[in-house]
């Protein structure tokens, strides 16, 4: 079984910083695409930043210049460093793993559990 487990979150004032982190454990073969992706009220999901097992990365252009997404592959764990914090930002943010469990087995999709992230003064 594999879990995301994500610690990080919550109430920073307008410009301020957070930095989540997102730590998958349990049986992992390999772990190939890691992101986050944030849903406030009444909105739907969106893609904050993503970064492959090469260390491609892709930001959502809301993010750009302002969120840092990195990952420890020993550690199988994944962080987003969130500076110059806007209201806007306020959401839910979770992370994704896309992985092998074992070898030759399907690539599956997790998910964690959600940490709130708010932006307000």
């Known amino acids: 079984q594999v879990q995301l487990v994500e610690s990080g979150g919550g109430l920073v004032q307008p410009g301020g910083s957070l930095r989540l982190s997102c730590a998958a454990s349990g049986i992992i073969f390999s772990i190939y695409d890691m992101g986050w992706y944030r849903q406030a009220p009444g909105k739907q999901r969106e893609l904050v930043a993503s970064i492959s097992s090469r260390g491609i990365i892709n930001y959502g252009d809301s993010v750009k210049g302002r969120f840092t997404i990195s990952r420890d592959n020993a550690k199988n764990t994944q962080y987003l460093q969130m500076n110059s914090l806007k209201p806007e930002d306020t959401a839910v943010y979770y992370c994704?793993?896309?992985?092998?469990?074992?070898?030759?087995?399907?690539?599956?999709?997790?998910w964690g559990q959600g940490t709130q992230v708010a932006v307000s003064s």
């Open positions: 994704h793993a896309r992985l092998t469990p074992r070898v030759g087995s399907l690539v599956y999709d997790y």
